[in-house]
């Protein structure tokens, strides 16, 4: 797992967007994973630690999300957003804050649940978990 780590480092240390508005390589995975990195002061375990984390969190979220009603699902999306900011799971992040706008806007409610597998199939990868 952590050559997968390192390998997903490698070369990725520039700023996270560009002048042009386009965005890095880490950017466009599940997790930005220089961002993780910053968070975590490069601790190797401390990532793998945490992205497992994040794994539960996105396993108890999808049936909760689910279950809430409107105003519930607004609280936990506000709550996933984020954590999944403050990992680099920008992608999510961005998927929940959509729907917090709008918590019974069923195709954002597929969107968030598209984007809980994405990221949380890397995060499992990444993890070892």
Known sequence: MSRLIER??????APQGRADGSMLPSRRSPIDLVHLAR????????????LGLLVIQIDR?????????PEERRRLTHALKGAARN????????AAAALERDPGDTALIEDLLAEFDRTGGFAK???GG
């Open 61 to 69: 979220a999808r049936p909760a999300i689910l279950a809430a009603d």
């Open 39 to 50: 968070q975590t002061a490069g601790d190797r375990a401390l990532e793998a630690e945490v």
């Open 125 to 127: 990868d990444l993890s």
């Open 8 to 13: 997903e480092h490698e070369g990725k240390s």
């Open 87 to 94: 990992l680099g799971a920008f992608r999510l992040a961005d």
